[in-house]
């Protein structure tokens, strides 16, 4: 297995703990399977949106593959002839199956320019502190008429955790810990697509509703995950016991059915875009119409 995460690279800048992030994949590795209903879900889906385009991709990217889940729902399907899964986690990627798997920090992309057909990512991108440079980095690995095509949680994800996780410790501790990651917004998706110079940029969103028990079992699950706090300003001590308990009450009392059952909101933005090339047809301007999704992803003219 390649490893090509940058030895004594520059400390980063930017929100995000990405140290801390591959420590958690790491440690979710091992039980992964139990917690991947999620990541599951939206690999199908982004798989069902890679079928509508009727063209073969030669050499594909799975970037952050977590265990290689994607990459078993791509698998036989989408025109897809060789694909290479990379992930920050040593320990996912190596439960990934197949022949290509690169330990790769979506940060600091391996490949060279222009080679790539395709680079898929399920789940991944919104742990990125740079999204414009990422971006721009996937858009020049991209041959000419190559495709990215990515999902990842949006800014209303678990806010009725947030909101939850706010009341409980402004109650027992008269103050809050920085809890709430600045993941990208709909609105601005398309715009970052255009500056990073992507053709025909598409964006929308789904929302997928979970139900859980109790509060305690969504936070056992984004553990699981490796899907908790990494925010570089987060408390570096665990949150007091009574203070998850008292916030899973309010989860309860503001969100419960009358079975105490709590929702969990999972927002998941789907994005695609092309890399330039003199074929494709040209966006529509201003007021002129829509372009919906299979069109776009297609490319017709």
């Not at 209903?37 to 593959?65: M, N, Q, W, Y």
């Not at 809890?179 to 110079?197: H, K, N, S, T, Y």
């Not at 909101?265 to 999704?293: C, D, I, R």
């Amino acid at each position: 297995m390649a490893e090509t995460t940058p030895n004594g690279a520059k400390a980063e800048i930017g929100p995000f703990d990405r140290v801390q992030l591959r420590r958690r994949r790491d440690r979710a590795a091992a039980n992964f399977n139990a917690h991947s209903f999620l990541l599951d879900e939206v690999s199908l889906r982004l798989t069902e949106r890679l079928d509508d385009i009727k063209r073969s991709f030669p050499l594909a990217v799975d970037l952050g593959c977590h265990d290689g889940r994607l990459a078993r729902h791509l698998s036989g399907r989408s025109g897809i002839e060789r694909l290479v899964q990379c992930d920050i986690s040593r320990a996912l990627v190596s439960e990934a199956k197949g022949p290509y798997r690169v330990v790769a920090d979506e940060e600091w992309l391996p490949f060279a320019g222009e080679r790539l057909d395709l680079i898929i990512s399920a789940l991944s991108l919104h742990w990125v502190n740079d999204l414009p440079g990422a971006l721009i980095q996937i858009r020049r690995a991209l041959r000419p008429d190559g495709l990215f095509l990515a999902a990842m949680l949006g800014g209303d994800s678990l806010t009725e955790l947030r909101q939850a996780l706010v009341r409980g410790e402004s109650e027992l501790q008269g103050g809050i810990s920085p809890r709430i990651a600045p993941f990208v917004e709909i609105r601005d998706l398309g715009a970052l697509l255009q500056r990073a110079g992507f053709a025909l940029p598409v964006v929308d969103s789904d929302t997928i509703t979970v139900t859980y028990p109790d509060a305690l079992a969504l936070m056992r699950d984004l553990r699981g995950m490796g899907e908790n706090n990494i925010l570089r300003a987060r408390q570096r001590h665990f949150t007091r016991r009574s203070t998850l308990f008292t916030a899973a009450e309010h989860y309860r009392e503001m969100f419960g059915d009358v079975e105490g059952r709590i929702p969990a909101t999972f927002q998941v933005l789907y994005l695609a875009g092309w890399s330039p090339h003199a074929s494709q047809q040209q966006a529509l301007k201003p007021g002129s119409g829509e372009m919906n999704l299979a069109e776009a992803l297609n490319g017709e003219t």
